[in-house]
């Protein structure tokens, strides 16, 4: 398509309510449209770019074996229940509703359990695994904050991979594998250099994970980095007990700024068995399966690669 016969415009005007310079500039260029706060519609230009970061993470997920799939955005109450994460004590982002027979229901702000509830249909035996699956989906969070434009919106895209395994050091060695597929993803759109690997607190997830922080000042996080050793820890998990375990001292590390682009979880055993999904081994005996979750926000990529090279461009302009 030619420039000259896009519909869209560039602009010297941004929405007055916009604080986030990666939203202003992808406004004023036309490559998306804000339709409320956290919540943005993506232009052609925009739409070109998101399919260009889609086609560098589809290619790394199909390296390690991911197969693609696409899940519902809306899902029932019950699968939510079995695992407690329905409660909004416990997930405080749902978006809720009822239908018309007044079935609750949620809409996706993540997908562990109805994709471990569909994975209980096709894996019934230890011949089946492992088996790797992946997403890309439109995800719905009701955010208390959404001041960071395409950084941290109500509505986004993001690349979710689920591993199941019932060999524990199989399932670890995936684990350290998409570690590395990750890295490579931030290494193809030019944030490789300032991304790093994060000791952090699961959340509504696990107790621990491991984030990918790149470093920028439209963050929303602290980490504490060593650049030589190649080891960051998260603010909010920042101890000695953490720093113990990494083999670091506090004075050792520098803090930083940064914006989260992607996160993985371990979720163990502990997740298939509360929704007990269990296959039986060559013995014929019961065992459990290890689950392993690993997101993208692909937007939100889009969005820290705005600030970014937005930051380079005006220091040498």
């Known amino acids: 398509m030619k420039q000259s016969k896009l ?3 560039t602009s010297k ?16 260029a036309g490559f998306i449209n804000k339709e409320m706060a956290g919540v943005y519609a993506y232009l052609p230009l925009g739409l070109r770019v998101i399919e260009k970061i889609k086609t560098i993470v589809r290619e790394e997920m199909n390296v390690i074996g991911g197969q693609e799939i696409i899940m519902s955005s809306l899902q029932p109450k019950e699968v939510w229940e079995s695992t407690g994460r329905w409660s909004d004590e416990v997930v405080d982002v749902w978006f809720k509703s009822k239908l018309k027979n007044e079935t609750e229901v949620g809409f996706g702000w993540s997908h562990e359990e109805p994709i471990t509830k569909m994975m209980k249909r096709f894996l019934s035996s230890y011949r089946d695994f492992p088996a790797y699956t992946y997403q890309f989906q439109t995800k719905l969070r009701n955010e208390l904050r959404a001041k960071s434009g395409i ?7 993001m690349k979710d991979l689920y591993s199941y395994d019932v060999d524990e050091k199989r399932h670890l060695a995936f684990y350290e594998s998409v ?3 990750y890295m490579n993803v931030f290494k193809r759109v030019g944030l490789g250099d300032i991304t790093y690997i994060t000791f952090a607190a699961g959340g509504a997830f696990t107790k621990y994970s491991h984030e990918f922080q790149t470093i920028t000042e439209a963050g929303e996080d602290f980490i504490y980095i060593n650049k030589e050793k190649g080891i960051a820890v998260n603010e909010e998990v920042m101890d000695d007990a953490v720093l113990k375990e990494l083999g670091v001292s506090k004075d050792e590390m520098t803090k930083v700024k940064s914006a989260e ?6 979720f163990g055993t502990s997740k298939c068995d509360d929704m007990n999904f269990f296959v039986t ?16 926000g ?11 090279f937005r930051a380079i461009y005006c220091a040498f302009d």
Do not use: C, H, W
């Open 151 to 157: 950084m941290r919106g109500r509505e986004f895209v």
């Open 298 to 308: 692909v937007t939100r990529l889009m969005g820290v690669v705005a600030e970014i």
């Open 7 to 9: 519909f869209t415009k």
């Open 261 to 266: 682009v992607g996160n993985i979880f371990n």
């Open 281 to 296: 081994n060559e013995e014929g005996k019961q065992i459990s399966i290890y689950l392993g979750s690993y997101g993208i």
């Open 179 to 181: 570690k590395t597929a």
């Open 13 to 28: 005007d941004f929405p007055k309510d916009e604080v986030s310079k990666n939203a202003q500039l992808l406004i004023k």
